[in-house]
């Protein structure tokens, strides 16, 4: 292959994989069918607020480190700006801005009262101790302390952050305005405030947009052969509750490996392997597969549920699933959706695949502000409702309109937002 041909290749590929780029390319879609206004497009295209901030924590071995940080608040229209901090060390703020903006459209197309926000700090939580960690998120906090609050921006966590990272942020606030105030994050530790059902939530949706996608093409669930990429919060939580209600799954991957069982798995016995080793490699009640070729297996559902651009246009035509229900953020391309809709593969968009956390966030928010709070039960019946009504809402959407899932599912979401926006006007 000649030099310039192998550059041109490289820097398309880049471009496909820029999150920010595929946020936009979704968006002036989904903008253009529904003849969105021109000035509003424009107010739902820009971030409202982007704040970097420089971060200084002395080590435990006593060296001064500066860490640098985001938070991108990119819509308040239709209530207080949500969304995770994530700590990790190849953190931009174009994917923050790509991830703010994904949260204003998954709030709306779940129908939830918030707008979108992310947050992020350059660091690898790996080499970090518990008490540096502590050190960057109090840090982290003040700095980003005008910007947030129950009423403005509510952040929770996301990858390389727990509910530990949750108690630290809402104690450093509230040491900051002299009160209390719980409703500041969300997925807090439950003797803070937080909800029930939370950890289980995302999973959770997941399985049940699953499940009504498996009725509409009229596949029995207890028949469903299942393959999930990543097995930590969101797919761990996936396989356990779908192996519970009597999915088949088949594979689990993880970035150190892959195990096949064309049997099902055995995933609390997995968990346990797991817990004990450290990873999913040599768990005996499975067959040691390639990662790399796993995605690839003959199934009805793939779930994506680590990190972006795991399909791609270079292995897109590869997917032999029925169902690719996206439990990560932003795990598939635009030119790969092109390639999966050329073999009618069913995709359940990301806003609405996993938006059963950020669905569990909102009850934990609303307990918070009402102090009373709900039994799980009560959580999970209010998220089945939601997840269904909303899937059903999407999927309609897309038929009414011949367009794919994810293009109905952003239609749904900035109809929803312009709406706001429309109504409420615009300040000057």
């Known amino acids: 292959m000649e030099p310039t041909t192998t550059i041109a290749i490289t820097e398309s ?26 000035g509003i497009a424009k107010v739902l295209r820009t971030s409202q607020k982007e704040l970097t901030v420089h971060i200084p924590v002395t080590l435990d071995d006593g060296r001064l480190e500066v860490f640098t940080g985001y938070r991108v608040q990119h819509s308040i229209a239709r209530g207080p700006a949500k969304g995770g901090v ?5 953190v931009t703020l174009d994917e923050i801005r790509a991830l703010a903006a994904w949260m204003t459209w998954k709030c709306a197309v ?5 707008g979108g926000a992310k947050g992020g700090v350059i660091c690898d939580p790996k080499v970090l101790s518990d008490f540096e960690l502590e050190r960057i998120t109090r840090r982290y906090t003040a700095e980003i302390l005008p910007l ?8 929770a966590p996301d990858m ?22 719980t409703a500041v994050v969300t997925g807090k530790p439950l003797d803070l405030g937080g909800s029930r059902g939370r950890p289980e939530a995302t999973g959770r949706g997941c399985m049940i947009v699953t499940r009504e996608a498996l009725k509409r093409l009229g596949i029995d669930p207890t028949a469903a052969r299942v ?15 779908m192996a519970r209600a009597g999915y088949k799954i088949v594979s689990i991957i993880e970035f150190d490996g892959a195990v096949f069982n064309p049997h099902g798995l055995d995933i609390p016995a997995l968990m346990e392997h797991r817990k004990e080793t450290g990873s999913i490699v040599g768990f005996s009640g499975a067959e040691a597969i390639d990662p790399a070729e796993a995605m690839f297996l003959e199934c009805d559902v793939l779930m994506p549920a680590a990190r972006e651009n795991v399909v791609t246009s270079q292995n897109a035509s590869r997917i032999r699933a029925r169902i690719l ?6 795990p598939t391309t635009p030119v790969a959706d092109e390639m999966l809709a050329a073999n009618r593969v069913f995709v359940i968009p990301d806003i609405l695949a996993n938006a059963g956390g950020v669905t569990v966030s909102y009850f934990e928010w609303v307990q918070d502000r009402q102090g009373f709070f709900w039994n799980e039960d009560l959580v999970n019946q209010r998220l089945e409702e939601i997840m269904v009504e909303n899937f059903g809402r999407v999927v309609d959407y897309a038929e009414k309109h011949s367009v794919n899932n994810r293009i109905a599912a952003y239609m749904l979401a900035l109809d929803r937002v312009a709406f706001a926006i429309k109504l409420r006007g615009i300040y000057a």
């Open 325 to 330: 229900c996206e439990g990560a953020n932003g």
């Open 13 to 38: 590929l880049e471009h496909e994989l820029n999150p920010w780029l595929a946020a936009e390319a979704r968006f002036d879609e989904a903008a253009n069918r529904l003849g969105l206004d021109e």
């Open 227 to 241: 393959v999930i990429q990543g097995f930590g919060n969101v797919g761990g939580m996936a396989a356990k509750l």
């Open 110 to 114: 779940v129908n939830i009262p918030f």
């Open 86 to 90: 994530r700590f990790a060390p190849d």
């Open 160 to 181: 390389n952050t727990n509910d530990q990272t949750m108690a630290w942020i809402m104690d450093t606030y509230s040491m900051h305005v002299g009160r209390t105030v």
């Open 148 to 155: 947030i609050g129950p009423e403005r921006d509510v952040p």
